[in-house]
């Protein structure tokens, strides 16, 4: 029979082993203090973790001072369109606007776009934007912030973008393709012989293909590695489809469907079509992108009754919630329900959701306003450098964070 352990031996062994279980967590502070944390691989990795775990689309804008004087591109690059160049047109707080930088919910500042890793990352690659005026606002953001740190470009129009550029140095190439409804129309108007819209009693409107890549982009899925798509206001905007002078007539297959469909309905079938060509016609390895809806800021009545945005601060949360919530029923919230239908229609696709429209809806003092050079004041596109550079910063995030 094995004897008792005596109870005084084990009143030993705690008395060295105590003392150690101490000191333990002091030698690890002691260690940590000593390395900053970015010598200790473990730590960093963790830190990394938790900013890509981060929930970019939430969060707030933050005033930095420093951010003004470290702009990665000015009012000098050549690809700003005119309009949206505010700080050259002498827009009241075309600098002041760039002091603010997105802060996300719970964690670190977005971190910017470091333009020079950028094109290393991204060498022998092809982005392309395919979208609507907003797509191409941030297209310039970004030709703009690489352009910044390497001059070497060729300009040319691939695989049918309106522009397109090349990093020479990186074989980068950047290209918008430009649509505004991502499928094909054109005018339309009643035929002579008949048809089913021309008994429903339709003499004109705009045919729309829903079933029909715009030319502009339909080769931009086999060009490009890494694809951002938008689509948006065209779709609710009844100065571009008037319902009466020239409704929205949808084809599909080359007929015209009948019941003829709403526009939200329209833009349902048209998400379907395109999300599953982009899905067959891009490579394997491709990624696409889906940024959601750029919020408008209009406030004393819509684009064309004399609205404007004079603002020189970003809205506050309640602002934010007055401008743009569904029951306010104000003029500018139709951003959040084209959303929906975006959401509904990604759901089950291998796009990639770049939520830029909560950072942006509080940017109601970064549009040209009354310096975009149009007759009335514009609030839906941004100056540059301006918000969307900001979209560039969420861009890079996810890919870094998808490539690493
Ligand atoms: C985008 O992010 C905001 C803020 O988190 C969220 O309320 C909204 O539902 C998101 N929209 C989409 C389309 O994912
Ligand atoms: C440049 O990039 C394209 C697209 O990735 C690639 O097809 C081509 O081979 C590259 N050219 C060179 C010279 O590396
Ligand atoms: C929202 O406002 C528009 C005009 O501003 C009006 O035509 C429409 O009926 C309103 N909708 C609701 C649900 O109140």
Same mark, same amino acid.
């Given at each position: 029979?094995?004897?008792?352990?005596?109870?005084?031996?084990?009143?030993?062994?705690?008395?060295?082993?105590?003392?150690?279980?101490?000191?333990?967590?002091?030698? $690890?502070?002691?260690?940590? $203090?000593?390395?900053?944390? &970015?010598?200790?691989?473990?730590?960093?990795?963790?830190?990394?973790?938790?900013?890509?775990?981060?929930?970019?689309?939430?969060?707030?804008?933050?005033?930095?001072?420093?951010?003004?004087?470290?702009?990665?591109?000015?009012?000098?690059?050549?690809?700003?369109?005119?309009?949206?160049?505010?700080?050259?047109?002498?827009? &009241?707080?075309?600098?002041?606007?760039?002091?603010?930088?997105?802060?996300?919910?719970?964690? !670190?500042?977005?971190?910017?776009?470091?333009?020079?890793?950028?094109?290393?990352?991204?060498?022998?690659?092809?982005?392309?934007?395919?979208?609507?005026? $907003?797509?191409?606002?941030?297209?310039?953001?970004?030709?703009?912030?690489?352009?910044?740190?390497?001059?070497?470009?060729?300009?040319?129009?691939?695989?049918?973008?309106?522009?397109?550029?090349?990093?020479? &140095?990186?074989?980068?190439?950047?290209?918008?393709?430009?649509?505004?409804?991502?499928?094909?129309?054109?005018?339309?108007?009643?035929?002579?012989?008949?048809?089913?819209?021309?008994?429903?009693?339709?003499?004109?409107?705009?045919?729309?293909?829903?079933?029909?890549?715009?030319?502009?982009?339909?080769?931009?899925?086999?060009?490009?590695?890494?694809?951002?798509?938008?689509?948006?206001?065209?779709?609710?905007?009844?100065?571009?489809?008037?319902?009466?002078?020239?409704?929205?007539?949808?084809?599909?297959?080359?007929?015209?469907?009948?019941?003829?469909?709403?526009?939200?309905?329209?833009?349902?079938?048209?998400?379907?079509?395109?999300?599953?060509?982009?899905?067959?016609?891009?490579?394997?390895?491709?990624?696409?992108?889906?940024?959601?809806?750029?919020?408008?800021?209009? !406030?004393?009545?819509?684009?064309?009754?004399?609205?404007?945005?004079?603002?020189?601060?970003?809205?506050?949360?309640?602002?934010?919630?007055?401008?743009?919530?569904?029951?306010?029923?104000?003029?500018?919230?139709?951003?959040?329900?084209?959303?929906?239908?975006?959401?509904?229609?990604?759901?089950?696709?291998?796009?990639?959701?770049?939520?830029?429209?909560?950072?942006?809806?509080?940017?109601?003092?970064?549009?040209?306003?009354?310096?975009?050079?149009?007759?009335?004041?514009?609030?839906?596109?941004?100056?540059?450098?301006?918000?969307?550079?900001?979209?560039?910063?969420?861009?890079?995030?996810?890919?870094?964070?998808?490539?690493?």
């Amino acid at each position: 029979m094995p004897p008792a352990r005596s109870p005084a031996a084990g009143l030993r062994r705690r008395k060295v082993f105590l003392p150690l279980v101490l000191l333990l967590p002091l030698i $690890l502070l002691t260690l940590i $203090l000593i390395f900053p944390s &970015r010598s200790i691989p473990a730590l960093r990795d963790a830190a990394l973790r938790s900013q890509q775990t981060c929930d970019y689309a939430a969060g707030g804008w933050v005033s930095d001072s420093s951010a003004e004087s470290h702009l990665r591109y000015d009012h000098t690059c050549k690809e700003i369109f005119k309009g949206w160049n505010c700080i050259a047109n002498g827009k &009241r707080n075309g600098r002041a606007l760039l002091r603010w930088r997105w802060k996300p919910e719970g964690c !670190e500042l977005l971190p910017r776009l470091d333009p020079l890793r950028f094109l290393e990352h991204h060498r022998n690659t092809n982005i392309g934007f395919v979208g609507d005026s $907003l797509n191409r606002n941030m297209f310039v953001s970004l030709v703009c912030m690489l352009r910044g740190v390497n001059g070497e470009v060729r300009k040319w129009r691939p695989a049918g973008a309106d522009r397109g550029f090349t990093f020479l &140095r990186y074989n980068l190439t950047l290209a918008y393709h430009r649509t505004n409804l991502l499928v094909r129309y054109g005018s339309w108007s009643a035929s002579p012989n008949g048809g089913p819209l021309e008994s429903l009693g339709y003499k004109q409107g705009h045919r729309i293909d829903v079933d029909i890549a715009d030319q502009t982009w339909a080769e931009a899925p086999s060009f490009h590695d890494i694809l951002i798509f938008n689509t948006g206001h065209w779709w609710w905007s009844s100065s571009k489809f008037d319902p009466i002078q020239s409704p929205m007539l949808f084809f599909e297959k080359g007929k015209p469907i009948i019941p003829p469909l709403l526009p939200p309905e329209g833009l349902d079938l048209t998400l379907k079509h395109m999300i599953t060509f982009a899905n067959k016609a891009m490579r394997p390895n491709g990624l696409k992108f889906f940024s959601t809806q750029s919020p408008r800021h209009f !406030e004393g009545g819509d684009w064309n009754e004399g609205g404007s945005c004079q603002r020189d601060q970003p809205l506050s949360s309640e602002e934010v919630k007055e401008f743009f919530s569904l029951d306010n029923n104000g003029t500018n919230t139709e951003v959040r329900l084209v959303n929906q239908h975006l959401m509904k229609a990604l759901e089950q696709s291998s796009f990639r959701v770049l939520n830029v429209t909560h950072m942006s809806e509080f940017r109601a003092d970064a549009h040209p306003a009354t310096t975009g050079g149009k007759k009335h004041d514009d609030c839906m596109h941004w100056c540059l450098p301006g918000p969307t550079d900001a979209w560039n910063d969420l861009l890079a995030a996810s890919l870094a964070a998808i490539q690493s």
